[in-house]
């Protein structure tokens, strides 16, 4: 059985589309492409190079299209992005030039990568995909780099449709430019109780 595990950089209002530049992803008229560049620094940077270690990856079609003309020729960023296996969720697509990359169509696609065995997968961006895995109880943990941003509109990471689920803090770790860098694992059903007795 493979982890699920969902990486994503978020503003306070829950907002993830477009971090890296202006022109990832302007869909929607998204105007703030590029967020997360003010608070970069050596300790973000040091996370960075743990999160990006070999692991396979699950893309949704659009961020697969951002990726599959940048990231080919920016390997000295993240060496092993050509090697690994990227599947591409998509219902319109089923070939690419970028090696290592297979489409699937369904969840039930999803399910089977899930319990073969192999290396971790690894889930940036692609909020779609986010949301059908969080759809369907598949998410095992996430990485969230929480920027002190709010961003007013946009594509969320979270959607009104996932399973409720608990996860516990399993570490995090405050950059001097105030991201915070939480790493949450799965830990069984939702509890409540009332507070004060």
Same mark, same amino acid.
């Given at each position: $059985? /493979? %982890?699920?595990?969902?990486?994503?950089?978020?503003?306070?209002?829950?907002? $993830?589309?477009?971090?890296?530049?202006?022109?990832?992803?302007?869909?929607?008229?998204? %105007?703030?492409?590029?967020?997360?560049?003010?608070? *970069? *620094?050596?300790?973000?940077?040091? $996370? $960075?190079? /743990?999160? !990006?270690?070999?692991? *396979?990856?699950? !893309? #949704?079609? =659009?961020?697969?299209?951002?990726?599959?003309?940048?990231?080919?020729?920016?390997?000295?960023?993240?060496?092993?992005?050509?090697?690994?296996? %990227?599947?591409?969720?998509?219902?319109?697509? *089923? =070939?690419?030039?970028?090696?290592?990359?297979?489409?699937?169509?369904?969840?039930?696609?999803?399910?089977?990568?899930?319990?073969?065995?192999?290396?971790?997968?690894?889930?940036?961006?692609?909020?779609?995909?986010?949301?059908? !895995?969080?759809?369907?109880?598949?998410?095992?943990?996430?990485?969230?780099?929480?920027?002190?941003?709010?961003?007013?509109? #946009?594509?969320?990471?979270?959607?009104?449709?996932?399973?409720?689920?608990?996860?516990? !803090?399993?570490?995090?770790?405050?950059?001097?430019?105030?991201?915070?860098?939480?790493?949450?694992? /799965?830990?069984?059903?939702? %509890?409540?109780?009332?507070?004060?007795?």
């Amino acid at each position: $059985m /493979r %982890k699920f595990i969902v990486l994503s950089f978020i503003s306070l209002d829950g907002v $993830m589309q477009g971090p890296g530049s202006p022109e990832e992803d302007p869909s929607g008229a998204f %105007k703030h492409g590029g967020w997360v560049a003010p608070y *970069d *620094d050596e300790v973000n940077n040091k $996370m $960075m190079e /743990r999160l !990006l270690k070999p692991a *396979d990856l699950l !893309l #949704g079609r =659009k961020t697969f299209e951002i990726w599959e003309d940048y990231w080919p020729k920016h390997t000295e960023y993240w060496p092993t992005i050509n090697q690994v296996t %990227k599947y591409v969720l998509s219902t319109t697509r *089923d =070939k690419t030039g970028w090696e290592n990359s297979t489409f699937i169509k369904t969840v039930s696609d999803i399910e089977k990568i899930k319990s073969s065995e192999g290396l971790d997968i690894h889930i940036w961006g692609s909020s779609e995909v986010v949301q059908l !895995l969080l759809e369907h109880e598949l998410v095992d943990e996430f990485w969230l780099m929480i920027h002190p941003v709010i961003l007013g509109h #946009g594509k969320r990471l979270f959607d009104d449709k996932a399973i409720p689920a608990a996860f516990a !803090l399993a570490e995090s770790v405050v950059t001097p430019t105030g991201v915070i860098i939480a790493n949450y694992q /799965r830990a069984g059903e939702v %509890k409540t109780g009332s507070i004060g007795t």
